[in-house]
């Protein structure tokens, strides 16, 4: 009964949606007929640029712990023990950089992020990162998520309570939606371009012409025609002079790519493989369609910041509050949150501005300027100030009243 229920097992698992190895033979039958893989997408150009950017925009960011205050405010949690963990080193061999590019790159190909949490004394001491391609899910009969996958020889079978388990788009516990598998098609064609472009060029880029006989040849004729006048007209002979006898004419070609529309159709991939990832176009070097001018691309910019990382950051932010907290640490108003005070910072003339504008009103002191432009404070930073002038309309009568009268004319004469 055992055999038969491992059986099942087994064969249900492989069979899984979300297990990769269930989709990548179907993966691999797209319409432009090449296999799709980790491997293969990211030789695509524009697939490595999106992918780069978005892991190594988010591995940059600062993953900060804070504890909130009873009224609202809210201060750096140094002290916790996951703030070192996961600002600096989530384990033995990797920097919190190489973790979460990691932990990125697998959401933006694969849908779906794991890693393997070890606990000491109920707290976390280490968070390893799980291969996505070689994990399977499914849901146990007690409604735990179990989690199985092998490497290196060895095979692991862990629950929710010991795998970190960040999903992608889709919302599905059992994982995100996959871009390998649903942009294999994109990705296909993309691949299927570079062959056709990269055969051409290895070609020659055309066939530069064609000799043409009045008549046919004999298998003499034609054994002469192919050594003595073909070899000599390889793109290693370009510019060199060739003999023709005996009524022997040549028709240049003239086909080139633009005819076949092979850089139109080229342009379209990079911007179709964006769209899959939500990244501009601008952004990984395609700039034919996008506009020139500063203030354009700035928006982009922030457009790129404001739907495309700000939800990916949510979705790492919400499973590790979720998974790797406590109730009572949650009570308590532990939270984690990415900075992004450094994608947000403007130049200089705007942090000017901004700064200005905050001090100005009271709302920041010119130590905490001073801190975020890494200069030492200063005596009697620390205290909020305002502009005198910017009073309640109150308060501006009783400041009127209490002016001294102005002198009469007797007065000003004397």
């Known amino acids: 009964m055992n055999i038969l229920r491992k059986m099942a097992d087994f064969f249900a698992m492989r069979l899984s949606p979300r297990d990769p190895n269930g989709w990548y033979p179907g993966g691999a039958l797209t319409d432009a007929g090449e296999t799709v893989s980790a491997e293969t997408v990211l030789g695509i150009s524009s697939v490595w640029a999106c992918v780069n950017l978005i892991a190594g925009t988010i591995s940059s960011l600062p993953l900060m712990v804070y504890r909130t205050a009873a009224d609202g405010s809210r201060a750096v949690a140094s002290d916790h023990p996951l703030y070192r963990l996961l600002h600096d080193s989530p384990n033995f061999d990797q920097t919190a950089v ?33 291969n996505p391609a070689l994990v399977t899910v499914r849901r146990k ?95 290693g002979n370009t510019g060199k002079p060739i003999r023709l006898e005996g009524d022997t004419d040549w028709v240049p070609f003239t086909i080139n790519p633009d005819d076949a529309q092979m850089l139109e159709s ?69 939270i984690i949150e990415f900075n992004l005070e450094g994608l947000l910072r403007a130049d200089s003339a705007g942090r000017a501005t901004f700064y200005q504008q905050m001090t100005t009103i009271g709302a920041m002191t010119i130590n905490e300027v001073r801190r975020l432009e890494n ?40």
């Open 98 to 130: 190489d973790f979460w590019d990691f932990v990125a790159a697998s959401i933006e190909l694969w849908g779906n992020a794991y890693a393997k949490v070890e606990r000491s004394g109920g707290r976390v001491v280490a968070v390893a990162p799980i």
């Open 141 to 235: 009969a007690n409604g735990d998520l179990e989690y199985r996958w092998t490497d290196d020889g060895r095979s692991f079978v862990e629950t929710d309570k010991t795998v970190l388990h960040i999903r992608g788009p889709g919302g599905n516990p059992l994982g995100g939606m996959s871009t390998l598998h649903n942009a294999r098609n994109t990705f296909a064609l993309a691949r299927a371009q570079d062959k056709a472009a990269g055969a051409i060029f290895k070609n020659g880029l055309r066939p530069s012409g064609a000799l043409k006989f009045k008549a046919w040849l004999t298998p003499e004729q034609r054994a002469i025609a192919d050594k003595e006048l073909i070899d000599k007209i390889g793109a």
């Open 266 to 334: 080229r342009t379209f991939s990079v911007e179709e493989i964006c769209r899959f990832f939500g990244v501009p176009p601008f952004m990984v070097g395609q700039t034919t369609k996008s506009t020139s001018w500063g203030t354009g691309l700035e928006q982009q910019t922030l457009g790129f910041l404001k739907f495309t990382l700000r939800r990916r950051l949510k979705r790492i932010e919400q499973a590790l509050e979720k998974q790797l907290l406590t109730p009572l640490e949650r009570a308590q108003g532990i």
């Open 375 to 414: 200069l030492p404070p200063v005596d009697g930073g620390d205290v909020p100030r305002m502009q005198m002038q910017n009073v309640p309309i109150t308060e501006a009568g009783k400041q009127q009243e209490a002016l001294p009268a102005p002198a009469d004319d007797e007065d000003e004469e004397q």
